[in-house]
T-cell receptor
Framework: GEDVEQSLFLSVREGDSSVINCTYT??????LYWYKQEPGAGLQLLTY?????DMKQDQRLTVLLNKKDKHLSLRIADTQTGDSAIYFC???????????FGTGTRLKVLA | SQTIHQWPATLVQPVGSPLSLECTVE??????LYWYRQAAGRGLQLLFY??????ISSEVPQNLSASRPQDRQFILSSKKLLLSDSGFYLC????????????FGPGTRLLVL
């Protein structure tokens, strides 16, 4: 079956850049997503990238997609304490159109 | 704009008791609806999805059931809760069709004692 992998933890200092990585398996996924989950809350859609793009930038967020390696990354510039959360990447199964989520990366921002 | 609601926000229930969690969506018609469970410290597991009233697909065999009595209402139920049903339950919606972006509700935290 399909599997989306993420590292479990990342710790950065306030003001530094954070890079959260994700590997996916369905090369036919049309969209890949990044969601943010703050403690005790639901998932908030941060950004997404269409599979024919290599990069997408949205304010402090930069998404890079390497289709050859099936690697997706989310870079957060000037990381703030409010960015502390769990970040999930997700791909769409091209056969069923269901989301396949990674296990989430817990980002901790140190003041 | 579209909004999605879930209630209750938190729930503590004894083992063997029934369960009913509700999810409603506003501002859209004919949405696809989803129930996910997030166990502590883990990712999301898709439990059920629905493409229309009365149409429910179950992803994993379990102690839970889902129903969609109205277009924008999705209910997660159980007749008898187990300890292993504890977790964070998330409802999501997407536009009709395949491969659409999913938007999540605030979640319900369920603790079964």
């Amino acid at each position: 079956g399909e599997d989306v992998e993420q590292s479990l933890f990342l710790s950065v200092r306030e003001g530094d850049s954070s890079v959260i990585n994700c590997t996916y398996t369905d090369s036919s996924s049309t969209y890949l997503y990044w969601y943010k989950q703050e403690p005790g809350a639901g998932l908030q859609l941060l950004t997404y990238i269409f599979s024919n793009m290599d990069m997408k930038q949205d304010q402090r967020l930069t998404v890079l997609l390497n289709k050859k390696d099936k690697h997706l990354s989310l870079r957060i510039a000037d990381t703030q304490t409010g960015d502390s959360a769990i970040y999930f990447c997700a791909e769409i199964d091209s056969g069923t159109y269901k989301y396949i989520f990674g296990t989430g990366t817990r980002l901790k921002v140190l003041a | 704009s579209q909004t999605i609601h879930q209630w209750p926000a938190t729930l503590v229930q004894p083992v063997g008791s029934p369960l009913s969690l509700e999810c409603t969506v506003e501002g859209t018609s004919n949405p696809n609806l989803y129930w996910y469970r997030q166990a502590a410290g883990r990712g999301l597991q898709l439990l059920f999805y629905s493409v229309g009233i009365g149409q429910i697909s179950s992803e994993v065999p379990q102690n839970l059931s889902a129903s969609r009595p109205q277009d924008r209402q999705f209910i997660l139920s159980s007749k008898k809760l187990l300890l292993s049903d504890s977790g964070f339950y998330l409802c999501a919606w997407s536009a009709m069709g395949g491969g659409e972006t999913q938007y999540f509700g605030p979640g319900t935290r369920l603790l079964v004692l």
